[in-house]
Each structure stands twice: as structure tokens, then as C-alpha cells.
């Protein structure tokens, strides 16, 4: 953001680049209450975990084009709701594979967040190199295509969920798991 206009920054002043990055981060970890809520509630956590993923996806193309301060706004409007939606609930999809006394249930949660913590450390050092070798927008372009290929195994991979998923909570505050 604080990159020069002419080198494809935004030319924002440091101190304006933070105090945005700052807000984004706070409501990205905010918004997921609001995600567990809408899952819990309305859409169930399959179809809110694939419509996060699309948010996600859509704010990553808007970045990946070459456009000013309205269009960052945007895509961090985006990736702030598509992440609220994603991150809370997909624990719940990995928790749903097993039986709560299924032996492979704590080893399928390893493999989860191993899987994230791995992505968690090599996606920026790829997108970022790109970002900085030879432009943002290739940068925020590869994080759209990973996001679609997420999207496409998540489909394709999906079982129908257990009747616990789909139904909408009526009265209760706690999920409909038992």
C-alpha cells in the first residue's frame, strides 16, 4: 500500500498503510463470530465454508487487477467476509468426518492444521516473492488460482454432510451437533 504509485503501490503513507492492515486484521478476527452464527443458523458449515471460499477468491481477483484504493477497499471488504465464513467452520467439516470416539478423529485434526500451518508458511513466501520480483498483481493472481483449486477439491472431495449439518438450529445458541 505504501509502495510507490509508479513502482504499483497504492502510495499510501506508511503510517495510513498500517493503521488500514490494522483494521483488516482486527475485523478478519472478528467476522468469524459472525460466521459461526450464519452456519449454526441459516446456511450450515459446508455451504458457508464454500461461499467463504468464493469471497476469499473474488477479493484475491479484484487485487490481482491493476486498479487504485476503491478496488483494495473492496477486495478487503471481501476477503474480511469470505474469511468469517471460512475460518470458523471448517474445523467443523473436519470434526464432522469422524465419530466423536473414532481413533483416526485427533489424527485427521494433525493432518488439518498441519496442512494449514504448512500453506500458512510456504504461501507467503511464494506469493510474496512474486509480489516483489515481479508484481503485486501476479502475486494476489496466484492466491485467487489456489483458492479456486481449494474450491474445486472441496467440491469434488465433499460427502453429503450428516443430517446434524444441514439442519438449522430453531431456538438454541449452542450448534445442533450432539
Known amino acids: 500500500m505504501y509502495t510507490e504509485v509508479t513502482k504499483g503501490g497504492l502510495g499510501f503513507d506508511q503510517t495510513t498503510a498500517n493503521s488500514i492492515m490494522s483494521v483488516y486484521g482486527a475485523l ?34 479484484i487485487l490481482a487487477l491493476p486498479s487504485g484504493a476503491t478496488a ?13 465464513l471460512l475460518k470458523p ?20 485434526f494433525s493432518i488439518f492444521y498441519m496442512g494449514i500451518n504448512m500453506g ?12 516483489q520480483k515481479v508484481n503485486f498483481h501476479l502475486g494476489f493472481s496466484l492466491a485467487a488460482v489456489g483458492m479456486l483449486v481449494g474450491l474445486i477439491t472441496f467440491v469434488v472431495t465433499k460427502k453429503t454432510e ?8 430453531d431456538q438454541s445458541i449452542i450448534s445442533c451437533r450432539t
Open 28 to 61: 478478519v478476527y472478528m467476522s468469524g463470530v459472525i460466521g459461526g452464527w450464519l452456519a449454526d443458523r441459516v446456511f450450515g458449515s459446508s455451504s458457508t465454508v464454500f461461499y467463504g471460499g468464493v469471497f476469499i477468491m473474488l477479493g484475491h481477483v
Open 72 to 84: 483494495l477497499f473492496i477486495s478487503m471488504g471481501l476477503i474480511i467476509i469470505g474469511t468469517g
Open 89 to 108: 467452520n471448517v474445523s467443523n467439516i473436519v470434526g464432522d468426518l469422524y465419530t466423536k470416539t473414532d481413533p483416526r478423529r485427533d489424527s485427521g
Open 120 to 131: 500458512g508458511f510456504i504461501s507467503p513466501l511464494i506469493v510474496g516473492t512474486l509480489g
Open 162 to 169: 450428516p443430517w446434524s449439518c444441514r439442519h438449522v438450529c
